[in-house]
C-alpha cells in the first residue's frame, strides 16, 4: 500500500499493506473518474455531483480515493463536527468490480487514522445508515437515533393541481392553514434559529436525542454546527417560536442524475403530532415545488410511529407514487481508538 506523503499519514499497520491500494486526497480533476465509478448510485438519487466542489472547499472536510493500479475505486469524506469530538463519515462508494472485497472497511479504516493524526481531540466516529443493522453492528456501533424513511415521487405539476383542489396553490396561507386547522408554521430567520436551538432548552424535548439530523448529517447543539448549518441553504421551520412541538428543515431542490428535469426535496421533520408534521410538510412542498417543472423525488425523515399515516395521506390524498416501504435511517457511532 502505498502512502501519499503529502497526507502527513503514519505508516498503517501491516495487515492493511496488504490491499495494494494508494490514497490520494480528492481533486476536481478527479471529478469524471468519480462519477464514472459511481454511476447509478442510490438508484439515481446521487447527491454528490451538485455537492463535490463544495465539498472539496469545506476546511473541515477531506475527501479521501483509494486507487489501485492508479484507478479510482472508492472513496469516502471525513468531516470533523461536534467541536473536533466527532469524525464524521459519509459518501463512500465503491467501484461495482471492487465490492464485497473489503475496500471499505481498509478505507475507513485509513480515514480513521489519518484524521486522528490531524485532529487528536477527536473521540467518536458517526455515520448515518439505512439498511438492516445486525449482531456484528451492534457489537461495534451504538445507536443514536431513528427517523422513518418515507420517499415518494411525483410530477411537481401533478401535486401543484392536487393542491390547488386544497386550496395549497400559490402563497394562500390563510387556505392551507384553515386545511391544516391550526396556525400556519413559522419559518426562522438566522436570528430565530440561533434563538431558540443554542439559546434556550425549548428544541431538546423535539429533537431525536438532541440532535440535528439535516440530511443524513447528525450535529449536537452546538455554536460551530450552527455555523455549518446555517451556510446551506435550508428553510427552517417550527410550529411555535414559544412552545416548539415540531420543527422541520428542507433543502432547497436540487438535481438529480436519475434522469432530465430530475429533482431531489430532502424533508427532516422532528416531533411526534402527525396533523403538525402534515402540515410543515405541505408548506415545504408548496414553497419549494411552485417553480419546478418536472419530476420529483422527496424523501421525508419523521419519527417512526408517523410514518405509516404520513405515507397514507401522501399516496390518498396527495396521489403521490410511494417508492418503498417503510425503512429506517439510523444513526450510529463508535469510538476512535
Known amino acids: 500500500m502505498k502512502i501519499d506523503t503529502s497526507l502527513n499519514m503514519p505508516q498503517l499497520p501491516e495487515a492493511l499493506s496488504q490491499a495494494g491500494l494508494q490514497f490520494t486526497v480528492a481533486t476536481e480533476e478527479d471529478f469524471d473518474e468519480i462519477m464514472a465509478m ?58 461495482p468490480q471492487e465490492r464485497g472485497k473489503g475496500v471499505a472497511g481498509v478505507l475507513l479504516r485509513f480515514c480513521s487514522e489519518l484524521v486522528k493524526s490531524r485532529y487528536p481531540e477527536v473521540k467518536v466516529c458517526r ?8 449482531p456484528k453492528d451492534f457489537e461495534k456501533y451504538r445507536i443514536i437515533t431513528k427517523q422513518g424513511i418515507l420517499l415518494m415521487r411525483f410530477r411537481a405539476e401533478d401535486l401543484k393541481l392536487h393542491l390547488s383542489e386544497f386550496g395549497l396553490e400559490g402563497d394562500n396561507e390563510s387556505t392551507l392553514s384553515a386545511f391544516c386547522s391550526s396556525p400556519p408554521p413559522v419559518r426562522l430567520d438566522h436570528t430565530a434559529i440561533q434563538q431558540l436551538y443554542l439559546n434556550s432548552d425549548l428544541m431538546h424535548g423535539v429533537l431525536p436525542n438532541a440532535t440535528i439530523i439535516q440530511d443524513w448529517q447528525p450535529f449536537k447543539l452546538l455554536p460551530s454546527n450552527m455555523a455549518i448549518l446555517l451556510k446551506k441553504e435550508i428553510d427552517w421551520m417550527v410550529d411555535d417560536m414559544s412552545n416548539p412541538t415540531v420543527a422541520s428543515l428542507c433543502t432547497f431542490p436540487f438535481r438529480v442524475p436519475i434522469g432530465d428535469d430530475w429533482y431531489y426535496l430532502n424533508i427532516d421533520v422532528f416531533g411526534k403530532d402527525l396533523a ?21 423525488m422527496c424523501q421525508m425523515f419523521l419519527d417512526p410511529p408517523l410514518w405509516k399515516a404520513m405515507a397514507e395521506f401522501c399516496h390518498n390524498t396527495l396521489s403521490v407514487e410511494l417508492v418503498k416501504e417503510y425503512t429506517e435511517q439510523c444513526v450510529v457511532e463508535c469510538d476512535v481508538i
Request: charge should be neutral.
Open 38 to 95: 459511481s454511476q447509478d448510485i442510490y438508484g439515481g438519487l446521487d447527491y454528490l455531483p451538485t455537492r463535490y466542489t463544495s465539498w472539496l472547499q469545506d476546511t473541515n472536510r477531506t475527501v479521501i480515493l483509494a486507487r489501485k493500479h492508479g484507478k479510482v475505486i472508492a472513496l469516502e469524506s471525513v468531516c470533523v463536527i461536534d467541536d473536533g469530538e466527532t469524525m464524521l463519515v459519509e459518501g463512500l462508494r465503491v467501484a
Open 127 to 134: 455515520l448515518t445508515r439505512d439498511d438492516q443493522l445486525g
Open 276 to 296: 403538525l408534521a402534515r402540515q410543515q410538510f405541505l408548506y415545504h412542498l408548496q414553497r419549494h415545488t411552485a417553480t419546478l417543472k418536472g419530476h420529483v
